[in-house]
């Protein structure tokens, strides 16, 4: 059982930037480890996805080229560094491990599940 523990939410402006991170209880290494939200009235959706040693990352479009996903091993801590945000991006943020199915080479369903940290982003 791994726990993860989510911090670094807040409330920005649009354009503003935030550096969400992910703390593990447990060696991270072998684990692929992936971001998720959900927006008010909506599914909850896999935004970001690194494998185990960082040896690739994918993204979904709407924030390809605006988040970028990283994990630091050494320290059991995953991290998501968010910019340019705008309204759309505001939802609560999980992050989560073990990817048990892929869409588009991003997670879609894990094993392991934070208690998530909320973004709230204004016009």
């Known amino acids: 059982q791994v726990q993860l523990v989510e911090s670094g939410g807040g409330s920005v402006e649009a354009g503003g930037s935030l550096i969400l991170s992910c703390a593990a209880s447990q060696n991270i290494s072998r684990y692929s480890m992936s971001w998720f939200r959900q927006a008010p009235g909506k599914e909850r959706e896999g935004i970001a996805s690194i494998s185990s040693r960082s040896r690739g990352t994918a993204y979904i479009e709407p924030v390809r080229g605006r988040f970028k996903i990283s994990r630091d091993d050494a320290k059991n801590t995953m991290y998501l560094r968010m910019n340019d945000l705008t309204p759309e991006d505001t939802a609560m943020y999980y992050c989560?491990?073990?990817?048990?199915?892929?869409?588009?080479?991003?997670?879609?369903?894990?094993?392991?599940w934070g208690q998530g940290t909320q973004v709230t982003v204004s016009p």
């Open positions: 989560a491990a073990y990817c048990r199915q892929l869409s588009n080479g991003v997670c879609s369903e894990a094993e392991y």
